[in-house]
Protein backbone atom coordinates (compact mmCIF):
# COMPACT_ATOMS: atom_id res chain seq x y z
CA UNK A 1 0.00 0.00 0.00
CA UNK A 2 1.59 3.58 -1.03
CA UNK A 3 1.97 5.92 1.75
CA UNK A 4 1.60 9.63 0.80
CA UNK A 5 4.31 11.95 1.93
CA UNK A 6 3.07 13.31 5.12
CA UNK A 7 3.26 9.06 6.39
CA UNK A 8 6.82 9.55 4.85
CA UNK A 9 7.38 12.53 6.53
CA UNK A 10 9.64 14.03 3.25
CA UNK A 11 7.79 16.88 3.09
CA UNK A 12 10.72 19.41 3.79
CA UNK A 13 8.90 22.57 3.43
CA UNK A 14 5.94 22.25 5.42
CA UNK A 15 5.84 24.46 8.19
CA UNK A 16 4.14 22.87 11.50
CA UNK A 17 2.11 25.94 12.44
CA UNK A 18 0.11 26.12 8.87
CA UNK A 19 -3.24 25.17 10.02
CA UNK A 20 -3.40 26.46 13.53
CA UNK A 21 -5.95 29.43 12.06
CA UNK A 22 -8.63 28.60 9.41
CA UNK A 23 -7.36 30.35 6.40
CA UNK A 24 -10.45 30.84 3.62
CA UNK A 25 -9.50 28.28 0.61
CA UNK A 26 -7.90 29.88 -2.51
CA UNK A 27 -10.09 29.44 -5.32
CA UNK A 28 -7.09 29.16 -7.41
CA UNK A 29 -6.37 25.89 -6.12
CA UNK A 30 -8.01 22.91 -7.61
CA UNK A 31 -10.39 25.71 -9.75
CA UNK A 32 -10.02 29.65 -11.47
CA UNK A 33 -6.58 30.15 -13.05
CA UNK A 34 -5.40 26.21 -12.17
CA UNK A 35 -7.40 25.35 -15.25
CA UNK A 36 -5.53 28.20 -17.56
CA UNK A 37 -2.25 26.73 -16.43
CA UNK A 38 -3.19 22.89 -17.62
CA UNK A 39 -4.22 24.92 -20.61
CA UNK A 40 -0.90 26.32 -20.50
CA UNK A 41 1.29 22.99 -20.06
CA UNK A 42 -1.35 21.14 -22.77
CA UNK A 43 -0.25 23.72 -25.24
CA UNK A 44 3.79 23.33 -24.18
CA UNK A 45 3.35 19.52 -24.35
CA UNK A 46 1.83 19.95 -27.73
CA UNK A 47 4.85 22.32 -28.84
CA UNK A 48 7.67 20.75 -27.36
CA UNK A 49 7.11 17.01 -27.17
CA UNK A 50 4.67 16.74 -30.15
CA UNK A 51 7.12 18.48 -31.99
CA UNK A 52 10.08 15.77 -31.04
CA UNK A 53 7.83 13.12 -31.30
CA UNK A 54 7.60 14.13 -35.08
CA UNK A 55 11.39 14.63 -36.25
CA UNK A 56 11.23 11.40 -38.02
CA UNK A 57 10.04 13.54 -41.09
CA UNK A 58 13.07 16.16 -40.49
CA UNK A 59 15.30 13.47 -40.13
CA UNK A 60 14.45 12.25 -43.64
CA UNK A 61 15.36 15.13 -45.20
CA UNK A 62 18.62 15.66 -43.22
CA UNK A 63 19.99 11.82 -44.54
CA UNK A 64 18.99 13.33 -48.28
CA UNK A 65 20.76 16.81 -47.60
CA UNK A 66 23.86 15.95 -45.73
CA UNK A 67 24.53 12.02 -47.08
CA UNK A 68 25.85 11.56 -43.64
CA UNK A 69 25.56 7.79 -41.90
CA UNK A 70 21.64 7.12 -40.06
CA UNK A 71 23.60 6.76 -36.82
CA UNK A 72 25.12 9.62 -37.04
CA UNK A 73 22.18 11.82 -38.61
CA UNK A 74 20.16 10.01 -35.83
CA UNK A 75 21.98 11.95 -32.67
CA UNK A 76 20.73 15.35 -33.55
CA UNK A 77 16.95 14.19 -32.63
CA UNK A 78 18.18 12.16 -29.91
CA UNK A 79 20.34 15.05 -28.58
CA UNK A 80 17.11 17.02 -28.79
CA UNK A 81 14.91 14.90 -27.46
CA UNK A 82 18.08 13.85 -24.28
CA UNK A 83 19.09 17.35 -23.19
CA UNK A 84 15.31 18.56 -22.77
CA UNK A 85 14.93 16.10 -20.18
CA UNK A 86 18.60 15.82 -18.81
CA UNK A 87 19.29 19.65 -17.71
CA UNK A 88 15.89 19.27 -15.62
CA UNK A 89 18.17 19.53 -12.56
CA UNK A 90 19.94 22.51 -13.37
CA UNK A 91 16.52 24.45 -14.72
CA UNK A 92 15.57 23.54 -10.98
CA UNK A 93 18.48 26.15 -10.20
CA UNK A 94 16.95 28.56 -12.73
CA UNK A 95 13.48 28.30 -10.94
CA UNK A 96 14.51 28.45 -7.27
CA UNK A 97 16.02 31.84 -8.67
CA UNK A 98 13.57 33.27 -11.20
CA UNK A 99 10.37 31.57 -10.66
CA UNK A 100 8.12 29.53 -13.50
CA UNK A 101 7.07 31.98 -15.43
CA UNK A 102 10.31 33.72 -16.44
CA UNK A 103 12.45 30.50 -16.08
CA UNK A 104 9.59 29.48 -19.47
CA UNK A 105 9.66 32.82 -21.45
CA UNK A 106 13.76 32.73 -21.55
CA UNK A 107 13.69 28.83 -22.65
CA UNK A 108 10.74 29.71 -25.17
CA UNK A 109 13.03 32.17 -26.71
CA UNK A 110 15.83 29.74 -26.50
CA UNK A 111 14.01 27.02 -28.26
CA UNK A 112 12.95 28.93 -30.84
CA UNK A 113 16.14 30.92 -31.51
CA UNK A 114 17.69 26.71 -32.06
CA UNK A 115 14.81 26.13 -34.69
CA UNK A 116 15.89 29.51 -36.51
CA UNK A 117 18.99 28.97 -36.77
CA UNK A 118 19.00 25.67 -37.65
CA UNK A 119 17.69 26.37 -40.82
CA UNK A 120 21.08 27.53 -41.72
CA UNK A 121 22.65 24.18 -41.17
CA UNK A 122 25.66 23.23 -43.36
CA UNK A 123 26.31 20.05 -42.03
CA UNK A 124 24.80 17.62 -39.22
CA UNK A 125 27.39 18.96 -36.64
CA UNK A 126 26.15 22.20 -36.70
CA UNK A 127 22.70 20.77 -36.15
CA UNK A 128 24.28 18.73 -33.03
CA UNK A 129 24.83 22.55 -31.61
CA UNK A 130 21.63 24.50 -32.64
CA UNK A 131 19.14 21.81 -32.59
CA UNK A 132 20.57 19.02 -30.29
CA UNK A 133 21.93 21.31 -27.32
CA UNK A 134 20.22 24.93 -28.38
CA UNK A 135 17.05 23.98 -28.66
CA UNK A 136 17.05 21.05 -26.23
CA UNK A 137 18.14 23.20 -23.31
CA UNK A 138 15.53 25.82 -24.23
CA UNK A 139 12.48 22.84 -24.18
CA UNK A 140 13.87 21.64 -21.13
CA UNK A 141 13.77 25.71 -19.75
CA UNK A 142 9.72 25.59 -20.24
CA UNK A 143 8.65 21.74 -19.87
CA UNK A 144 9.98 21.24 -16.76
CA UNK A 145 8.12 25.03 -15.10
CA UNK A 146 4.82 23.60 -17.32
CA UNK A 147 4.88 20.85 -15.10
CA UNK A 148 5.96 22.22 -11.62
CA UNK A 149 2.80 24.71 -12.15
CA UNK A 150 0.28 22.56 -12.14
CA UNK A 151 1.50 20.47 -9.52
CA UNK A 152 1.41 23.78 -7.52
CA UNK A 153 -2.14 24.66 -8.48
CA UNK A 154 -3.50 21.34 -7.52
CA UNK A 155 -3.92 19.12 -4.65
CA UNK A 156 -7.41 16.82 -5.08
CA UNK A 157 -7.23 16.68 -8.69
CA UNK A 158 -3.32 16.37 -9.40
CA UNK A 159 -3.48 13.21 -11.34
CA UNK A 160 -6.36 14.46 -13.38
CA UNK A 161 -4.86 17.84 -14.31
CA UNK A 162 -1.52 16.18 -14.72
CA UNK A 163 -2.68 13.81 -17.26
CA UNK A 164 -5.20 16.67 -19.46
CA UNK A 165 -2.02 18.30 -19.07
CA UNK A 166 0.49 15.73 -20.97
CA UNK A 167 -2.07 14.21 -23.45
CA UNK A 168 -0.74 17.60 -25.37
CA UNK A 169 2.13 15.04 -26.30
CA UNK A 170 -0.54 12.62 -28.08
CA UNK A 171 -2.19 15.56 -29.72
CA UNK A 172 1.31 17.14 -30.65
CA UNK A 173 2.37 14.12 -32.76
CA UNK A 174 -0.57 14.22 -34.70
CA UNK A 175 -0.61 17.89 -35.28
CA UNK A 176 3.24 18.32 -35.67
CA UNK A 177 3.73 15.60 -37.95
CA UNK A 178 1.20 16.41 -40.39
CA UNK A 179 2.26 20.27 -40.27
CA UNK A 180 6.38 19.39 -40.50
CA UNK A 181 5.21 17.27 -43.47
CA UNK A 182 3.45 19.86 -45.13
CA UNK A 183 6.10 22.95 -44.44
CA UNK A 184 8.55 20.57 -45.74
CA UNK A 185 6.22 19.33 -49.26
CA UNK A 186 5.57 23.25 -49.39
CA UNK A 187 8.58 25.25 -48.41
CA UNK A 188 11.43 22.62 -48.11
CA UNK A 189 13.46 21.63 -44.85
CA UNK A 190 14.78 24.64 -44.12
CA UNK A 191 11.94 27.46 -44.31
CA UNK A 192 10.06 24.85 -42.28
CA UNK A 193 12.50 24.70 -39.36
CA UNK A 194 12.56 28.35 -39.88
CA UNK A 195 8.25 28.86 -39.45
CA UNK A 196 8.07 26.33 -36.62
CA UNK A 197 10.58 28.74 -35.32
CA UNK A 198 8.19 31.58 -35.29
CA UNK A 199 5.41 28.88 -33.92
CA UNK A 200 7.66 28.28 -31.02
CA UNK A 201 7.67 31.74 -29.72
CA UNK A 202 4.24 30.87 -28.85
CA UNK A 203 6.32 28.77 -25.73
CA UNK A 204 6.45 32.55 -24.84
CA UNK A 205 2.80 33.04 -23.99
CA UNK A 206 2.90 29.76 -22.56
CA UNK A 207 5.20 30.98 -20.18
CA UNK A 208 3.43 34.00 -19.24
CA UNK A 209 0.36 32.55 -18.25
CA UNK A 210 1.97 30.63 -15.92
CA UNK A 211 1.33 33.20 -12.58
CA UNK A 212 3.21 32.06 -9.51
CA UNK A 213 0.80 31.66 -6.38
CA UNK A 214 1.01 34.37 -3.92
CA UNK A 215 2.65 33.35 -0.19
CA UNK A 216 -1.04 33.65 1.23
CA UNK A 217 -2.39 31.11 -1.31
CA UNK A 218 0.59 28.58 -0.50
CA UNK A 219 -0.18 28.68 3.06
CA UNK A 220 -3.91 28.68 2.14
CA UNK A 221 -2.59 25.28 0.07
CA UNK A 222 -1.11 23.66 2.96
CA UNK A 223 -3.88 24.39 5.29
CA UNK A 224 -6.30 22.35 2.79
CA UNK A 225 -4.23 19.40 2.79
CA UNK A 226 -3.69 19.13 6.68
CA UNK A 227 -7.16 19.46 7.00
CA UNK A 228 -7.99 16.99 4.52
CA UNK A 229 -6.11 14.71 7.07
CA UNK A 230 -6.99 15.73 10.90
CA UNK A 231 -7.05 12.44 12.26
CA UNK A 232 -3.01 11.87 11.51
CA UNK A 233 -2.41 15.62 11.42
CA UNK A 234 -0.30 15.22 14.99
CA UNK A 235 1.29 11.91 13.97
CA UNK A 236 2.23 13.77 11.10
CA UNK A 237 3.87 16.89 12.35
CA UNK A 238 5.69 14.94 14.83
CA UNK A 239 7.17 12.57 12.46
CA UNK A 240 8.39 15.57 9.94
CA UNK A 241 9.90 17.60 12.77
CA UNK A 242 11.81 14.15 13.35
CA UNK A 243 12.71 14.32 9.87
CA UNK A 244 13.80 17.62 10.06
CA UNK A 245 16.00 17.22 13.20
CA UNK A 246 17.50 14.20 12.04
CA UNK A 247 18.20 15.73 8.47
CA UNK A 248 20.08 18.93 10.15
CA UNK A 249 17.66 21.05 8.25
CA UNK A 250 18.81 24.76 9.62
CA UNK A 251 16.25 26.16 12.22
CA UNK A 252 14.29 29.71 11.20
CA UNK A 253 16.10 31.62 13.70
CA UNK A 254 18.77 31.54 11.23
CA UNK A 255 16.82 31.74 7.87
CA UNK A 256 15.01 34.89 9.80
CA UNK A 257 18.53 36.40 10.83
CA UNK A 258 19.30 36.38 7.02
CA UNK A 259 16.39 37.88 5.83
CA UNK A 260 17.09 40.45 8.84
CA UNK A 261 20.52 41.40 6.99
CA UNK A 262 19.64 41.82 3.32
CA UNK A 263 16.70 43.85 4.26
CA UNK A 264 18.95 45.88 6.31
CA UNK A 265 21.42 46.31 3.21
CA UNK A 266 18.55 47.16 0.71
CA UNK A 267 17.21 49.91 3.33
CA UNK A 268 20.42 51.62 3.68
CA UNK A 269 20.81 51.57 0.04
CA UNK A 270 17.27 53.00 -0.25
CA UNK A 271 18.11 55.48 2.46
CA UNK A 272 21.17 56.38 0.67
CA UNK A 273 18.86 57.07 -2.01
CA UNK A 274 16.48 59.26 -0.64
CA UNK A 275 19.36 60.97 0.72
CA UNK A 276 20.82 62.18 -2.37
CA UNK A 277 17.82 63.22 -3.94
CA UNK A 278 20.19 66.76 -3.85
CA UNK A 279 23.12 65.39 -5.57
CA UNK A 280 23.64 65.57 -9.04
CA UNK A 281 21.08 62.57 -11.70
CA UNK A 282 24.56 60.34 -12.11
CA UNK A 283 24.61 59.37 -8.25
CA UNK A 284 21.15 58.90 -8.43
CA UNK A 285 21.22 56.53 -11.55
CA UNK A 286 24.62 55.20 -9.81
CA UNK A 287 22.48 54.37 -6.88
CA UNK A 288 19.49 52.63 -8.54
CA UNK A 289 22.23 50.00 -9.78
CA UNK A 290 23.64 49.72 -6.70
CA UNK A 291 20.28 48.34 -5.16
CA UNK A 292 18.96 46.76 -8.23
CA UNK A 293 22.39 44.57 -8.18
CA UNK A 294 21.98 44.19 -4.20
CA UNK A 295 18.71 42.65 -5.16
CA UNK A 296 20.12 40.36 -7.84
CA UNK A 297 22.43 38.99 -5.63
CA UNK A 298 19.99 38.12 -2.69
CA UNK A 299 17.83 36.68 -5.15
CA UNK A 300 20.63 35.17 -6.76
CA UNK A 301 21.93 33.51 -2.93
CA UNK A 302 18.91 32.54 -2.09
CA UNK A 303 17.82 30.48 -5.03
CA UNK A 304 21.52 29.16 -4.99
CA UNK A 305 21.45 27.92 -1.45
CA UNK A 306 17.77 26.18 -2.35
CA UNK A 307 18.83 24.31 -5.15
CA UNK A 308 21.81 23.07 -3.45
CA UNK A 309 20.99 22.18 -0.34
CA UNK A 310 17.88 20.28 -2.49
CA UNK A 311 20.99 17.92 -4.02
CA UNK A 312 24.00 18.35 -1.32
CA UNK A 313 22.71 19.57 1.72
CA UNK A 314 22.17 17.67 4.82
CA UNK A 315 18.34 17.95 3.66
CA UNK A 316 19.62 16.66 0.46
CA UNK A 317 16.72 14.81 -1.16
CA UNK A 318 18.96 11.46 -1.84
CA UNK A 319 19.04 11.75 1.69
CA UNK A 320 15.03 9.87 0.90
CA UNK A 321 15.98 6.50 -0.12
CA UNK A 322 12.26 5.70 -1.43
CA UNK A 323 13.37 8.49 -3.99
CA UNK A 324 16.61 7.21 -4.73
CA UNK A 325 14.86 3.45 -5.81
CA UNK A 326 12.59 6.10 -7.61
CA UNK A 327 15.51 7.49 -9.85
CA UNK A 328 17.25 4.06 -10.83
CA UNK A 329 13.57 2.82 -12.06
CA UNK A 330 13.60 6.18 -14.27
CA UNK A 331 16.84 5.27 -15.67
CA UNK A 332 15.42 2.13 -17.20
CA UNK A 333 11.64 3.29 -17.50
CA UNK A 334 11.60 5.73 -20.91
CA UNK A 335 13.71 3.58 -23.40
CA UNK A 336 11.35 0.79 -22.76
CA UNK A 337 8.44 3.52 -24.50
CA UNK A 338 10.56 5.11 -27.13
CA UNK A 339 12.08 1.51 -28.63
CA UNK A 340 8.88 0.76 -29.58
CA UNK A 341 8.35 3.46 -32.06
CA UNK A 342 12.16 3.11 -33.87
CA UNK A 343 11.63 -0.69 -34.24
CA UNK A 344 8.17 -1.61 -34.84
CA UNK A 345 8.39 -0.43 -39.02
CA UNK A 346 11.21 -2.52 -39.23
CA UNK A 347 9.22 -5.71 -37.16
CA UNK A 348 6.22 -4.78 -39.55
CA UNK A 349 8.68 -4.72 -42.64
CA UNK A 350 10.07 -8.60 -42.01
CA UNK A 351 6.76 -9.93 -40.95
CA UNK A 352 5.33 -8.76 -44.20
CA UNK A 353 2.98 -6.57 -42.74
CA UNK A 354 3.24 -3.36 -44.49
CA UNK A 355 0.22 -3.35 -46.73
CA UNK A 356 -1.39 -3.40 -43.36
CA UNK A 357 0.49 -1.08 -41.59
CA UNK A 358 0.58 1.52 -44.05
CA UNK A 359 -3.90 1.43 -43.68
CA UNK A 360 -3.47 1.83 -39.81
CA UNK A 361 0.22 2.37 -38.54
CA UNK A 362 0.72 0.79 -35.13
CA UNK A 363 2.78 3.42 -33.76
CA UNK A 364 -0.49 5.86 -34.43
CA UNK A 365 -2.61 3.04 -32.41
CA UNK A 366 0.26 3.57 -29.14
CA UNK A 367 -0.18 7.54 -29.98
CA UNK A 368 -3.87 7.43 -29.84
CA UNK A 369 -4.41 5.14 -26.85
CA UNK A 370 -1.68 6.99 -24.90
CA UNK A 371 -3.91 10.15 -24.96
CA UNK A 372 -6.63 8.35 -23.42
CA UNK A 373 -4.21 6.03 -21.03
CA UNK A 374 -2.96 9.73 -19.28
CA UNK A 375 -6.63 10.46 -18.63
CA UNK A 376 -8.32 7.32 -17.60
CA UNK A 377 -5.37 6.78 -14.97
CA UNK A 378 -5.64 10.04 -13.95
CA UNK A 379 -9.13 10.08 -13.38
CA UNK A 380 -8.86 6.11 -11.14
CA UNK A 381 -5.74 8.12 -9.21
CA UNK A 382 -7.68 10.55 -7.89
CA UNK A 383 -10.95 8.20 -6.43
CA UNK A 384 -10.68 8.25 -2.31
CA UNK A 385 -10.43 4.75 -2.80
CA UNK A 386 -7.72 3.88 -4.96
CA UNK A 387 -3.83 4.43 -4.44
CA UNK A 388 -1.82 6.24 -6.90
CA UNK A 389 1.00 4.06 -6.14
CA UNK A 390 -1.05 0.98 -6.95
CA UNK A 391 -2.12 2.74 -10.19
CA UNK A 392 1.24 3.48 -11.14
CA UNK A 393 2.80 -0.04 -10.41
CA UNK A 394 0.10 -1.79 -12.25
CA UNK A 395 0.77 0.31 -15.49
CA UNK A 396 4.59 -0.50 -14.57
CA UNK A 397 3.98 -4.27 -14.66
CA UNK A 398 1.48 -4.02 -17.68
CA UNK A 399 3.62 -1.99 -19.74
CA UNK A 400 6.78 -4.16 -18.77
CA UNK A 401 4.89 -7.48 -19.63
CA UNK A 402 3.96 -6.09 -23.12
CA UNK A 403 7.95 -5.05 -24.20
CA UNK A 404 8.81 -8.41 -23.17
CA UNK A 405 6.29 -10.15 -25.46
CA UNK A 406 5.82 -8.11 -28.41
CA UNK A 407 8.69 -9.96 -30.17
CA UNK A 408 6.36 -13.03 -30.21
CA UNK A 409 3.59 -11.37 -32.11
CA UNK A 410 3.67 -11.81 -35.51
CA UNK A 411 0.73 -11.21 -37.00
CA UNK A 412 -0.60 -7.41 -37.24
CA UNK A 413 -3.87 -8.25 -34.63
CA UNK A 414 -1.65 -9.26 -32.13
CA UNK A 415 0.34 -6.66 -32.58
CA UNK A 416 -1.97 -4.25 -32.84
CA UNK A 417 -3.47 -5.49 -29.51
CA UNK A 418 0.06 -5.25 -27.93
CA UNK A 419 0.37 -1.57 -29.07
CA UNK A 420 -3.20 -0.93 -27.74
CA UNK A 421 -1.85 -2.37 -24.31
CA UNK A 422 1.68 -0.82 -24.63
CA UNK A 423 -0.10 3.07 -25.20
CA UNK A 424 -2.75 2.72 -22.51
CA UNK A 425 -0.08 1.84 -19.86
CA UNK A 426 2.07 4.19 -20.65
CA UNK A 427 0.00 6.79 -19.64
CA UNK A 428 1.88 6.61 -16.32
CA UNK A 429 3.59 9.59 -17.32
CA UNK A 430 0.96 11.43 -15.88
CA UNK A 431 1.39 9.96 -12.64
CA UNK A 432 5.02 10.60 -12.43
CA UNK A 433 4.42 14.32 -11.04
CA UNK A 434 1.82 13.12 -8.48
CA UNK A 435 4.30 10.55 -7.25
CA UNK A 436 7.11 12.67 -7.04
CA UNK A 437 5.47 15.32 -5.16
CA UNK A 438 4.23 12.70 -2.57
CA UNK A 439 7.52 11.78 -1.75
CA UNK A 440 9.51 15.00 -1.32
CA UNK A 441 6.75 17.87 -1.05
CA UNK A 442 5.25 20.76 -3.62
CA UNK A 443 8.56 22.55 -2.46
CA UNK A 444 10.85 20.56 -3.28
CA UNK A 445 8.72 19.10 -6.76
CA UNK A 446 10.96 21.46 -9.18
CA UNK A 447 14.05 19.36 -7.96
CA UNK A 448 12.93 16.48 -7.28
CA UNK A 449 11.22 16.21 -10.65
CA UNK A 450 14.32 17.91 -12.43
CA UNK A 451 15.86 14.77 -11.41
CA UNK A 452 13.11 12.49 -12.71
CA UNK A 453 13.29 13.27 -16.40
CA UNK A 454 16.76 13.82 -15.77
CA UNK A 455 17.44 10.02 -15.50
CA UNK A 456 14.65 10.00 -18.32
CA UNK A 457 16.80 12.13 -20.11
CA UNK A 458 19.90 9.44 -20.07
CA UNK A 459 17.41 6.39 -20.94
CA UNK A 460 16.39 8.44 -24.11
CA UNK A 461 19.68 9.42 -24.78
CA UNK A 462 21.54 5.88 -24.75
CA UNK A 463 18.64 3.37 -24.74
CA UNK A 464 17.74 3.50 -28.71
CA UNK A 465 21.21 3.26 -30.14
CA UNK A 466 21.68 1.02 -27.52
CA UNK A 467 18.97 -1.02 -28.90
CA UNK A 468 20.53 -0.45 -32.37
CA UNK A 469 23.98 -2.09 -31.52
CA UNK A 470 21.97 -5.12 -30.05
CA UNK A 471 20.61 -5.29 -33.83
CA UNK A 472 24.43 -5.31 -35.33
CA UNK A 473 25.86 -7.62 -33.33
CA UNK A 474 22.35 -10.46 -33.26
CA UNK A 475 20.65 -9.19 -36.83
CA UNK A 476 17.38 -9.93 -35.00
CA UNK A 477 15.28 -7.14 -33.13
CA UNK A 478 13.95 -9.61 -30.21
CA UNK A 479 16.91 -9.48 -28.03
CA UNK A 480 16.45 -5.46 -28.25
CA UNK A 481 12.81 -5.91 -26.49
CA UNK A 482 13.90 -8.50 -24.09
CA UNK A 483 16.89 -6.78 -23.08
CA UNK A 484 15.36 -3.52 -22.33
CA UNK A 485 12.24 -5.20 -20.90
CA UNK A 486 14.83 -6.98 -18.12
CA UNK A 487 16.06 -3.60 -17.50
CA UNK A 488 13.23 -2.18 -16.82
CA UNK A 489 12.27 -5.07 -14.68
CA UNK A 490 15.34 -4.19 -12.69
CA UNK A 491 13.56 -0.71 -12.33
CA UNK A 492 10.40 -1.66 -10.80
CA UNK A 493 11.88 -3.94 -8.47
CA UNK A 494 13.33 -1.56 -6.95
CA UNK A 495 9.73 0.13 -6.03
CA UNK A 496 8.74 -2.95 -4.84
CA UNK A 497 11.17 -2.76 -2.24
CA UNK A 498 10.34 0.66 -1.26
CA UNK A 499 7.71 -0.64 1.50
CA UNK A 500 10.73 -2.52 3.13
CA UNK A 501 12.37 0.98 3.10
CA UNK A 502 9.68 2.39 4.91
CA UNK A 503 9.06 0.17 7.64
CA UNK A 504 12.95 0.13 8.05
CA UNK A 505 13.18 3.94 8.45
CA UNK A 506 11.76 3.85 11.76
CA UNK A 507 13.21 0.99 13.16
CA UNK A 508 16.92 3.04 12.30
CA UNK A 509 15.35 6.21 14.01
CA UNK A 510 13.75 4.26 17.55
CA UNK A 511 17.44 2.47 17.42
CA UNK A 512 18.98 5.71 17.68
CA UNK A 513 17.12 7.67 19.56
CA UNK A 514 17.89 4.34 22.07
CA UNK A 515 21.76 4.65 21.82
CA UNK A 516 21.19 8.17 22.78
Same mark, same amino acid.
Given at each position: ??? +? ?72 ? +? ?40 ? $? ?16 ? *? +? ?50 ? %?????? *? ?24 ? $? ?26 ? +? ?105 ? %? ?18 ? *? ?35 ? #? ?44 ? #? ?14 ? $? ?39
Amino acid at each position: MYA +SREDIGYDFGDDSKVGSKPVKPNPNIDGGWAWMIVLSSFLVHILIMGSQMALGILNMEWLEEFNQSRGLTAWVS +SLSMGITLIVGPFIGLFISMCGCRKTAIIGGILNALGWILSA $YASNVHYLFLTFGVTAGI *G +SGMVYLPAVVMVGQYFQKRRALAQGLSTTGTGFGAFLMTALLKYLCIEFGWR %NAMFIQ *GAISLNLCVCGALMRPLSHKDIVSEK $YIVRSNSEDNQEKVLSHSAETIKSNGVL +SEEPEKKEAATNEEVLDSVQHIEIGGKSRSGRNMYGLRILKTVSQLTVTVRKGFAIWYSSYFGAASLFTNRVFVAFIIWALFAYSSFVIPFIHLPEIVKQYNLSSQN %NIFPLTSIIAIVHIFGKVIL *GIISDLPCISTWNVFLMANFTLVTCILTLPLMQTYIS #LAVVCALIGFSSGYFSLMPVVTEDLVGTKHLANAYGIIICANGISA #LFGPPFAGWIYDITHK $YDFSFYISGLLYMVGIIFLLIQPCIQKKQPREKSTEEAQV
